[in-house]
Structures are given as structure tokens and as C-alpha cells.
């Protein structure tokens, strides 16, 4: 007994230990570097304006809904359960907000998801004017991170994207609103459910290829996935080869071009978003039926044509989905075989 009682102790204060160290308070003003600046968040906040629709979707996964007081820049629908919780947050705008429409809702943070909203050339603002208010901001690091961004394209991603990155967001916004294990709580589901779709592929690697088609403008090239965005996440955990091979994020390419790369699929981009032409999912698929040179693709004519929702081709939380989705699909195809 005695044995046991000197083997089991260290064990039991081990434990204590590591649940003292989850449940660490936040000291505040906390200080943290952000996409090379740093922010001082001086209370846990009350009044957030979240810009981007992950960055959203993150703040009602670590149940701060009720602290949201408006959100902006939507592609698609909210995340499934959490549809009532939304639809009592005033939406400044589906796509780009004002800055004066934010300034309204008396935020004492912002959160943004990508810096071509607010940003050194961002199109509602500057960091640093919010921050002349007191207005910390928040930026998703998955959009600074490795990647160069630019006025003038979607930026060009010079490290792969991982979902490390999500989980750094979702760890450094639960220690801005001290709830640091509700953060460890999310992180950990989501690292489950992508090693389950993982499993259920893990014969097919090194024999399937992709292209991830999100939009075209009209009568343009699309705009397909580069290597080292989310779509190239998504095929690395599935052991799928990405056709296009830039380190642009989201590069137009012609189809004459994609044709020759001969993909075992194509994965489309659905949302609700109505900016281009191809934004919807249908168009999309009329075209590759009707396109002199996309319909005589071995993936337009076998059928091996998979819809994901566009919010899954950024990097999010989404990412996962898309994981989920892309593994059914190829299962359901039977190219698992």
C-alpha cells in the first residue's frame, strides 16, 4: 500500500499542477504581439466589432456571442447551431463595413480577419486609427503570418498555412477574454475531427490531385488555390496533390492551363457571396459542363466535381470542414479504391 500511496502522490500533484496552469488567469493590461505590432487589451472586453466571418465564428465557438455587438464581411452561412445566437448580432455589412459603422457600435475591440479590411491599406481602416480611439485590434494571424499581403491581389503566402495558426487565434483570443480553457476545449474538437477524416483517406496518398476553384470574375480566368493556403492544408492532411503550384494565395489561372494538369478532381467553391459571376456554386458547374475546354476534363466528364463551402477554403475553422467534406466525398466517389 504504502508502494502504491508513493507512486500514485506524484501523479495526483502532476495533475493538480497542469490544471492550475490551464486555468491561469489573464493579467491584465495584457500585452500581445499581433501581426508585427502590439496590442494592449486593458480589461476582458465587452463590446467587440468582429470583421470577417471566422473571426466571428471563433468568438461564438468560445461562447462570446454576447459580447459581440456587430459583425461584417460574411461569405456564407453562420456556422450550423449557432444560427439564433447570430441572428440577434447587428450585421454592419455582408461585405465591407465603415469605419464610422463600427465607431456606432462603441467597440472596446475589434477583430479582423483579413488586413485588406484593416490594415496598412486597409479598406475600413487602419489599425492605428482605431487605436487612437483606444480601440485595440485584433488581427487573425493566419492572414500576417508567412504571408505578404497587398492592395492589389490576395496576397502572396511565402510559409504554408497550418492549422496552427487557427489554434494560436483561438488560444490568444481566449486569453483576451480569459476563458483559456473553454480555448484548450475548442482546440482539442477540432484536432479530433480532423484526424478522423484523415482516417477515413489513408489509402489514397500520392494518387489523387486537386484544384480548388473558388470564383472568376467575368469572363476571366479563375481564381484557384495556390500551395501554401487552406485548400493546400486541406489536400496535405488528405494526401492529395495541389495542380497549381504558386505561392500566390489565390492566383487566376486559365483552364486551358488547369487542363493540362489533368486533375483527378475539382473542388468548388459555394457561398452566398454575389461579388463575381462564378460566386455561386451552380454557375460553376453549368460552366463546366458548357466551357469548350472544361467539359472535356476527365474530372468535369466522371462526375468528380466536389462542392465546399468557400468559408472552408480560408484559413478558419472552417478548415476542418472542408477536411470532413473533401473525405466524404472522395470516399463516396469510390476513390478510395
Known amino acids: 500500500m504504502a508502494l502504491f500511496s508513493r507512486i500514485?502522490?506524484?501523479?495526483?500533484?502532476?495533475?493538480?499542477?497542469?490544471?492550475?496552469?490551464q486555468a491561469a488567469e489573464t493579467v491584465?493590461?495584457?500585452?500581445?504581439?499581433?501581426?508585427?505590432?502590439?496590442i494592449t487589451v486593458n480589461r476582458?472586453?465587452?463590446?467587440?466589432v468582429s470583421i470577417g466571418q471566422s473571426s466571428t465564428e471563433i468568438l461564438y465557438?468560445?461562447?462570446?456571442?454576447?459580447?459581440?455587438?456587430?459583425?461584417?464581411?460574411w461569405v456564407g452561412p453562420v456556422l450550423k447551431g449557432y444560427e439564433e445566437v447570430d441572428s440577434k448580432i447587428e450585421r454592419l455589412a455582408d461585405n465591407d463595413p465603415s469605419f464610422e459603422s463600427v465607431l456606432s457600435k462603441k467597440p472596446d475591440l475589434v477583430t479582423v480577419q483579413f488586413q485588406w479590411q484593416v490594415g496598412p491599406e486597409g479598406v475600413v481602416a487602419k489599425p492605428e486609427q482605431f487605436e487612437e480611439l483606444g480601440i485595440p485590434?485584433?488581427?487573425?494571424?493566419?492572414?500576417?503570418?508567412?504571408?505578404?499581403?497587398?492592395?492589389?491581389?490576395?496576397?502572396?503566402?511565402?510559409?504554408?498555412?497550418?492549422?496552427?495558426?487557427?489554434?494560436?487565434?483561438?488560444?490568444?483570443?481566449?486569453?483576451?477574454?480569459?476563458i483559456q480553457a473553454k480555448g484548450d476545449e475548442v482546440i482539442s474538437e477540432l484536432k479530433e475531427r480532423e484526424q478522423?477524416?484523415?482516417?477515413?483517406?489513408?489509402?489514397?496518398?500520392?494518387?489523387?490531385?486537386?484544384?480548388?476553384?473558388?470564383?472568376?470574375?467575368?469572363?476571366?480566368?479563375?481564381?484557384?488555390?495556390?500551395?501554401?493556403?487552406?485548400p493546400g492544408y486541406i489536400m496535405s492532411?488528405?494526401?492529395?496533390?495541389?495542380?497549381?503550384?504558386?505561392d500566390d494565395e489565390w492566383p487566376t489561372v486559365g483552364w486551358e492551363t488547369i487542363a493540362k494538369t489533368e486533375p483527378t478532381m475539382i473542388v468548388a467553391g459555394a457561398m452566398e457571396r454575389r461579388r463575381y459571376p462564378m460566386d455561386s456554386l451552380e454557375?460553376?458547374?453549368?460552366?463546366?459542363?458548357?466551357?469548350p475546354v472544361a467539359k472535356l476534363m476527365d474530372a468535369a466528364q466522371q462526375g468528380h466535381v466536389f462542392a465546399m463551402d468557400a468559408q472552408a477554403m480560408n484559413p478558419t475553422i472552417r478548415t476542418i470542414e472542408g477536411i470532413e467534406a473533401l473525405a466524404d466525398a472522395i470516399a463516396k466517389a469510390g476513390l478510395t479504391k
Open 8 to 21: 500514485i502522490c506524484p501523479l495526483v500533484i502532476l495533475t493538480a499542477f497542469s490544471h492550475q496552469v
Open 28 to 38: 491584465y493590461p495584457l500585452k500581445l504581439n499581433n501581426c508585427g505590432r502590439e
Open 44 to 48: 476582458p472586453p465587452t463590446r467587440t
Open 61 to 73: 465557438k468560445l461562447g462570446l456571442a454576447e459580447r459581440v455587438v456587430g459583425t461584417a464581411l
Open 137 to 178: 485590434v485584433y488581427t487573425s494571424p493566419s492572414d500576417c503570418t508567412g504571408k505578404e499581403n497587398s492592395a492589389a491581389s490576395d496576397g502572396v503566402r511565402h510559409q504554408v498555412f497550418t492549422m496552427e495558426l487557427v489554434y494560436q487565434e483561438i488560444r490568444e483570443l481566449a486569453e483576451i477574454y480569459n
Open 196 to 230: 478522423a477524416a484523415r482516417s477515413k483517406v489513408a489509402g489514397t496518398a500520392g494518387k489523387l490531385s486537386a484544384v480548388f476553384w473558388f470564383s472568376s470574375a467575368a469572363q476571366a480566368d479563375p481564381y484557384v488555390a495556390g500551395k501554401n493556403g487552406a
Open 237 to 246: 492532411a488528405l494526401g492529395i496533390r495541389n495542380v497549381i503550384e504558386t
Open 283 to 291: 454557375s460553376k458547374i453549368e460552366f463546366l459542363k458548357t466551357d
